[in-house]
């Protein structure tokens, strides 16, 4: 700023004149602007309009941008008027004048008339008005080559008063674009600056929680206001209602502030290489300045300004000298706070200047320089950050690959034991024992079975948490899927109260596309859930259509259950991890609430929905849909012709079974009656001769299947009227009751393969079947002389393995590492092989390697199938990538073993 002191102020008043500003010889078509810097005349104390300048002398001339706190015959607070006559060139384009603000309300009169006004000009303090809001106006109004420009200034706020800026005159156009275009930089600032605030205070709540973080996100939301609020003041030009002492008091708080949240974090950002007695201490003054500038007067604060900018260069100097440090110390992002501190220290220092009065604003200085130092600041924040990704990246993994480990090492450790206690004991039911120990044997392989499920529900969770979850999509038969379920389900219920039944609308092709295995263990995982709160009455699983296009379908499965039902404030519960409806050490279900949590992922995983209903006390109905393909191919199932036109009669209580077998039949061409009660249908015995067969279910009140069979075997024979029976678990026990049907059929019903079962009834080569021994059956079916190699560590997993392929009727040999395993398949030839994985001297990996590898005596390689503890699905792809053929996760069972030999053997079987 441009001080001057007039040695004798009022003795140069009788002396002086209005100065005349001659711009005739200008051409403002080169140089569209100029700057009014001159020296006006000056009229201290006194505030003149343009019709009495004649009348009256002014005090002294004084440049225009001189501050009256700078000269001592004048006082800051006060008043005056500044005169100035303006000759301008008779060819000009059309002028405007840009006006700035000035310290602190101001009039500005153009041949007298009213031209621009800030605020409102007064000669006591009462009765004036500050306002500052900068302004370009045009003078197209003024047609005359002189203009005088007569200004009233007053000032009883700020430390300083007068003008810090030259009023300038130019080519409105010009000067229009310029007051915009500085508007244009400030918007544009501002918003980075808001932008890049929130982005980071977004970061540190929802992400990274690191204090530098923090204050750089502070320090940019309220730098944002000493952009727009300061300057071109855009802020007061949105706003101008808001009054100007609020607004002066928020520019120099956020300028005191934003050297205290700078200081901080760059004590944050680089806490080893930062002083921090000398940022307290720097912090210290700024906390002061800023509660001075909340709570005194503006004449005390706005004196301030000047030894901030010290501190300021106190914190720039030291923010250098810090990222100076952290650069040789190889600091993350330490280069980007190098040069974006020596963008910003620029940018203060040019401003510092400008305050000064030594240079004038470059916008484009200013705008490049906060933009370099913004980007550059994101850039240390988004290069910390992602190195922090990176380490939590390698973390995890490191941690996803260690729990790995440790699930196959605890599945592992954990199923080798349970490998013995449910194949044993699965041996153990089907030898000859007394009820007593057949009970135990049953409680021990359930135990095994409940905690071999818990394993797999705790593997299954792990697998998709950690996003290794894989659909498939196969072709494959959905009334198979079901039954197998049902069968897997009922095997394990063994209640006779709770009646199984599954009802798939005529829509459906029995043929679709998708992931079979996924879907068997949803419908398991929600059927079991299903027996486990209901004692008695039915589960039913319904599918039916929601929606149909020209390629693919989407299913509706319902699982309804007449359980207990579960009250409304505590269905929020259902389908998160580890939670149950009832978490009280009290509650009478157990379990590890995994199931349904498992259901929902795969359910929505193959594109789906699930969701509940229930009503307490009365039953739960759970309900999800997925989409399939329809597949092309057709359903080859033709009713038996010997079934057609057939009569028959049912009797069932339960009123859901019976409409199902109903329209099975039906759909068959059988007519057929029904019946819900026993005494109905032996009340109309004599009429029972017109029916070709009937069909009795065994659990009923009052009057049992058997009992009803005795009374129709009294009248009609079994040539006149076969009988068959369905039964849920019960086992007949004597030969005179197993003689009273030609049929019995186990629910739930295959409805699959219920017309062949009928079938049987009416062909000629039928016999009733005895009460076969399985054990018979299976020595029967593998009486072929297999070769079957069990390679396997373990004594007692060879024990059960060896046991249960004896109980098929293969003897079977046994190695106790892969190495023995290897030189055994190069003395004798093997049909299939049990191998495995994790052994001593050789693994099963190496040993199935080598023996695929090795020319076989007959030519061709043994089928490897993994018998192992390691059931996780790497596991199973590292055994297919080894070689092998099949894979079986321990605890093996007899069923599993034999459907394994039958896969496999099955061409050789006789």
């Known amino acids: 700023m441009i001080c001057v002191v ?46 009495q300048l004649n009348t009256t002398q002014p005090d002294t001339l004084l440049p225009f941008t001189t501050n009256w706190a700078t000269l001592p015959e004048l006082d800051p607070n006060g008043y005056a008027t500044y005169a100035i006559t303006i000759l301008l060139p008779d060819k000009h384009p059309s002028l405007a004048l840009d006006i700035p603000d000035f310290y602190s309300a101001y009039h500005l009169y153009v041949s007298d008339s009213l031209f621009a006004e800030n605020g409102k000009v007064a000669n006591t303090k009462e009765e004036y008005e500050p306002k500052w809001l900068p302004l370009t106006k045009s003078l197209s109004q003024f047609r005359s080559d002189s203009l005088t420009l007569v200004l009233q200034v007053a000032n009883f706020h700020h430390s300083k008063g007068g003008a810090y800026l030259p009023i300038k005159i130019g080519d409105s156009d010009i000067l229009y674009r310029d007051r915009f275009v500085s508007y244009g930089y400030t918007f544009i600032i501002t918003g980075v600056l808001l932008m890049a605030g929130l982005f980071f205070l977004g970061v540190y709540l929802f992400g990274r929680r690191e204090t530098s973080i923090l204050y750089f996100a502070a320090f940019c939301l309220v730098y944002s206001y000493r952009i727009i609020g300061f300057g071109s003041y855009a802020f007061h030009m949105l706003f101008p209602e808001i009054p100007w002492i609020v607004t002066l008091r928020i520019e120099y708080t956020t300028l005191f502030l934003s050297g205290l949240l700078f200081g901080l974090y760059t004590l944050y950002l680089y806490p080893r290489e930062t002083s921090k007695p000398m940022i307290y201490v720097l912090s210290a003054i700024s906390v002061l300045f800023t509660l001075e500038s909340l709570f005194l007067p503006p004449s005390v604060f706005t004196q301030l300004v000047i030894p901030y900018f010290i501190l300021l260069i106190f914190y720039l100097g030291l923010a250098f000298y810090v990222y100076i440090l952290a650069v040789i110390n190889k600091r993350p992002g330490a280069i980007y706070s190098l040069i974006s501190s020596g963008a910003i220290f620029v940018v203060f220092g040019y401003e510092i200047f400008v305050y000064l009065g030594i240079f004038e604003t470059s916008l484009f200085l200013n705008f490049a320089g906060y933009l370099f130092f913004f980007f550059f600041q994101s850039l240390v924040h988004s290069f910390r950050y992602s190195k922090a990704m990176r380490k939590a990246l390698h973390r995890a993994e490191d941690s996803s690959r260690a729990k790995s480990q440790f699930l196959s090492t605890m599945s592992h450790e954990i199923r080798t034991p349970l490998n013995a206690v449910i194949g044993l004991s699965g041996l153990l039911v089907d030898s000859k024992l007394n009820p007593r120990q057949l009970e135990f044997a049953g409680t021990i392989k ?77 419908l398991t995982n929600l059927l079991a859930n299903a027996t486990k709160f209901t004692e008695k009455g039915e589960i039913i699983l319904s599918v039916d259509t929601e929606r149909l296009f020209s390629e693919s379908i989407v299913l509706r499965f319902e699982v309804k259950d007449t359980g207990i039902g579960i009250s409304e404030d505590k269905l929020h519960r259902l389908f998160q991890s580890f939670t149950q409806v009832d978490a009280s050490s009290t509650r009478k279900y157990g379990g590890t609430g995994l199931g349904l949590v498992i259901s929902k992922r795969l ?147 295959h409805q699959t393969r219920f017309l062949n079962n009928i079938e049987r009834l009416f062909t000629t080569d039928f016999t009733p079947s005895p009460a076969s021994s399985n054990i018979e059956n299976d020595k029967k079916l593998f009486q072929t002389d297999f070769n079957v190699l069990i390679v396997e560590d373990n004594i007692v997993n060879q024990k059960v393995a060896l046991r249960i392929l004896e109980r098929m009727g293969i003897n079977a040999d046994v190695c106790d590492n892969g190495k023995a395993g290897v030189e055994a398949v190069q003395s004798k030839a093997y049909d299939l092989i049990f191998m495995d994985m994790e052994m001593p001297v050789m693994d099963g990996l190496e040993a199935t390697r080598i023996i695929k590898e090795k020319r076989h005596p007959r030519n061709e390689a043994p089928i490897i199938v993994a018998m192992t503890a390691n059931a996780l699905q790497e596991d199973r792809e590292r055994c297919f990538e080894a070689g092998m053929d099949d894979f079986v996760a321990k605890p093996i069972s007899l069923e599993i073993t034999r459907k394994i030999l039958i896969k496999w053997l099955a061409d050789e079987l006789h």
């Open 6 to 51: 007039v040695p004798s102020f009022q003795a140069s008043a009788q002396h002086t004149s209005i100065p005349v500003y001659d711009l005739r010889s200008h051409n403002f078509e080169e140089n569209p602007i100029v700057d009014i810097d001159t020296s006006w005349a000056f009229y201290w104390k006194t505030l003149l309009k343009s019709a």
């Open 446 to 522: 359930k135990s095994g079975e409940n905690l071999l499920g818990i394993i797999n529900n705790i593997l299954d969770f792990s697998k998709i948490e950690s996003g290794k979850l894989e659909i498939e999509e196969a072709e494959f038969n959905l009334f198979e899927v079901i039954e197998n379920v049902l069968d897997v389900v009922s095997s394990s219920t063994k209640n006779p109260n709770i009646e199984l039944l599954y009802s798939v609308t005529d829509d459906i092709p029995k043929f679709i596309t998708g992931d079979a295995t996924r879907l068997q263990q949803v």
């Open 603 to 749: 359910v929505e995983a193959m594109g789906g929905s699930i969701w509940v209903e229930s009503d307490e006390g009365h039953g739960t109905s759970f309900f999800f849909t997925i989409p399939v393909g329809i597949s092309q191919r057709e359903d080859d199932f033709k009713t038996p012709s010997v079934l057609e036109n057939k009569k028959v009669f049912l009797l069932d209580d339960n009123e859901t079974n019976l409409r199902i077998l109903q329209h099975q039949l039906k759909k068959a061409n059988l007519k057929v009656s029904t019946y819900n009660n026993p005494h109905m249908l032996l009340a109309t015995i004599n009429e029972l001769g017109d029916f070709d067969f009937g069909i009795l279910d065994m659990q009923m009140p009052e009057i049992d299947g058997v009992t009803v069979a005795k009374n129709i075997r009294a009248k009609y024979s079994s040539n006149d009227l076969p009988l068959v029976l369905l039964s849920s678990i019960h086992e007949l026990g004597n030969h005179q009751d197993k003689a009273l049907f030609e049929l019995f059929l186990k629910k739930p019903i």
